[in-house]
């Protein structure tokens, strides 16, 4: 299922377009304390209009984000990297994280070469530490979509104002992480074993790939506990 929260309420999304969910709390909420199920039954009320609704990320301030860095085998192929034997993490702050839409400010130290690339990003619910593989996917509430901005020459070590590279900062300025617009149930996420990814750019296409291309499709226990939030923390 796909669910999304608006200025309107959770909606969820199917094949008669997008219609409101009667649920007091908030997608967030409910992501956070492992209650998605309590949506699954809800009658789908009134048809809201997409084009004109404000939609928020599923999570607006998530507590941690990380991004594996060159974890396509064909962007490796594009960039002439060599196949990496192991994941890169970068960790970005939470207040980088903006709603789909939503208009970015360039950064005034580093508007020159902000780019982009379009990624799945897995949204964590239930917390916990040192999670056995076997039950990584009972922490997963779903994924959505993520524009992951860079600054190039803050990444790289170029920009005159920073001279080293900072990887996270350049991927972490207010606004840098667009999410959404819907979260993907993990009940449907794990029945597909690719899902296209597609990037455009004023109409045209940019990127075009497959999470069938990651390289690291599993993460392996000791590295998954430290994408999960702190048990019993949460987040307003």
Do not use: C
Request: glycine share 10%.
């Amino acid at each position: 299922m796909r669910f999304a929260q608006t200025s309107r309420g959770i909606v969820r999304i199917g094949p008669d377009g997008a219609r409101r969910l009667d649920h007091p709390r908030s997608l967030e909420d409910l992501i956070l304390d492992g209650g998605l199920a309590e949506l699954a039954d809800l009658p789908p009320g009134e048809e809201i209009d997409w084009n004109q609704a404000t939609v928020a990320p599923p999570v607006r301030r998530p507590g941690k984000v990380f991004i594996i860095g060159l974890n396509y085998r064909d962007h490796a192929a594009e960039t002439g990297s060599p196949l990496p034997d192991r994941p890169s993490f970068h960790l970005v702050p939470g207040s980088a994280v903006t709603a789909d839409r939503a208009v970015v400010p360039l950064p005034r130290v580093a508007p020159a070469q902000v780019d982009y690339e379009g990624e799945l990003a897995v949204v964590i619910g239930h917390a916990g530490r040192e999670i056995p593989e076997a039950a990584a996917w009972d922490h997963v509430a779903g994924a959505t979509v993520a524009n992951d901005l860079s600054a190039r020459d803050v990444q790289g070590g170029t920009n005159p104002a920073l001279p080293m590279a900072h990887p996270a900062l350049a991927k972490g300025f207010d606004g840098f992480k667009p999410l959404g617009p819907a979260l993907l149930t993990t009940d449907e996420l794990r029945a597909h074993d690719g899902l296209a990814l597609t990037t455009e750019v004023n109409g045209a296409v940019r990127q075009s790939s497959s999470t069938a291309q990651l390289i690291f499709p599993r993460t392996p226990a000791r590295r998954l506990s430290q994408l999960l939030p702190d048990p019993g923390r949460r987040r307003r």
